[in-house]
């Protein structure tokens, strides 16, 4: 957490994790470009340039698409949780290799081109009546403007400028940007060429990326019709046994509507709070107590858990809920405090922490 904006901001998981993806696409870039030639003769005939637009355009959407896949996992599988929290590295690769797939495209077709190659992209293919021969490249000019847009607004000053609203839309438009790239794919690639190692990869990936959402989506559903039957039988919300609350670390309790609580265990004391992180709507309830506040998994900013208030010069505020004990269960008051108020926390008996 900082009072201050940084250009980057690292710590011991986030190297970890973009070393291992930037390991990840090497590789992948330098199968493709090496290897597959040495696999399939057609391939080996292929001009180099064309080979590394192939190479990069290829690695692009694969990474385009797990990205959109994080999200639904991590709601599955909390195990995903840690690709999730720094999605945001990823997608900014993602849009590098999308630009080295634009460099090459540019290269190779519009090189010798007599008028400026951006121009000889948007005018060279006009057959906009017919689908075969249709101009794709508008389609993959559409899906890498919206990769640099979400790239350049990424960091927290945008967030913070843009209103978390506003930069949350925003950055919901990457699913247009996917839908283009299919496109893209789908009127060019796939007409021109009889691949069918491209056209399995492109419907997989396709249909894991709306698979996994209708997934989560249901089980959501499920969570929801859980939530409102537990409330039409009392106004208090069980957010399990004492003995599921871990010390120092949090547990999530959906609400009707959507909300969730973040109920935490902390020197024999059980607190709640709004589960949404003030920052980018972290889930503080998978992150842990650190040295007396809730410290969200994201980006490290941090909540007093009796009082929702983010420790000075920070001015951040949560809701609180209520908490109380009912022969060894945990119940919360689903109805929020406004932000910042304080809340006795509830203190477990024989608990001596």
């Not at 959109?68 to 996992?73: D, N, V």
């Not at 007599?114 to 389609?139: C, K, M, Q």
């Not at 945008?158 to 839908?179: E, I, R």
Request: proline share 7%; hydrophobic share 50%.
């Amino acid at each position: 957490m900082s009072a201050t904006y940084r250009p980057v901001s690292w710590n011991h998981n986030k190297i970890v994790y973009d070393a291992i993806l930037l390991i990840a696409v090497a590789v992948y870039l330098w199968i493709f470009i090496q290897v597959s030639p040495a696999l399939h003769p057609t391939a080996a005939q292929i001009d180099g340039d064309i080979l590394r637009m192939r190479a990069y355009g290829s690695c692009a959407f694969l990474m385009l698409s797990f990205i959109l896949c994080i999200g639904p996992l991590a709601r599955l599988d909390p195990r995903w949780l840690p690709v999730l929290y720094n999605r945001r590295h990823f997608g900014v690769l993602t849009c590098a290799v999308a630009l080295m797939h634009a460099w090459y495209v540019l290269g190779w077709y519009f090189a010798f081109s007599p008028v400026d190659p951006f121009v000889a992209l948007l005018s060279s293919n006009t057959s906009f009546a017919r689908i075969a021969g249709f101009p794709f490249e508008l389609f993959g000019i559409l899906a890498l403007a919206i990769l640099l847009v979400l790239a350049a607004t990424s960091h927290d000053f945008w967030l913070s400028f843009l209103t978390p609203p506003v930069w949350k839309a925003m950055h919901m438009s990457l699913y247009a940007g996917y839908t283009a790239i299919v496109l893209h794919l789908a009127l060019g690639p796939l007409m021109a060429q009889a691949n069918a190692a491209l056209a399995i990869v492109v419907a997989f990936s396709v249909v894991s990326v709306a698979g996994l959402h209708l997934a989560a989506a249901v089980q959501g559903a499920a969570q929801d019709r859980d939530v409102a039957q537990a409330a039409a039988s009392s106004p208090w919300i069980s957010a399990g046994l004492i003995s599921d609350l871990t010390e120092g670390r949090g547990r999530v309790v959906r609400v009707k509507g959507g909300e969730s609580i973040a109920v935490f265990r902390h020197g024999g004391r059980i607190s709640a709070l709004a589960n949404a992180c003030a920052h980018q709507n972290g889930p503080l309830g998978e992150g842990r107590i650190v040295e007396g506040c809730v410290t969200c998994p994201w980006h490290g900013f941090q909540y007093r858990p009796e009082d929702g208030c983010a420790p000075p010069p920070f001015t951040e505020k949560l809701a609180t809920y209520r908490v109380r004990l009912e022969d060894g269960h945990v119940l919360v008051d689903p109805r929020a405090n406004p932000p910042g108020t304080y809340v006795e926390p509830v203190v477990i008996a024989g608990d001596a922490r």
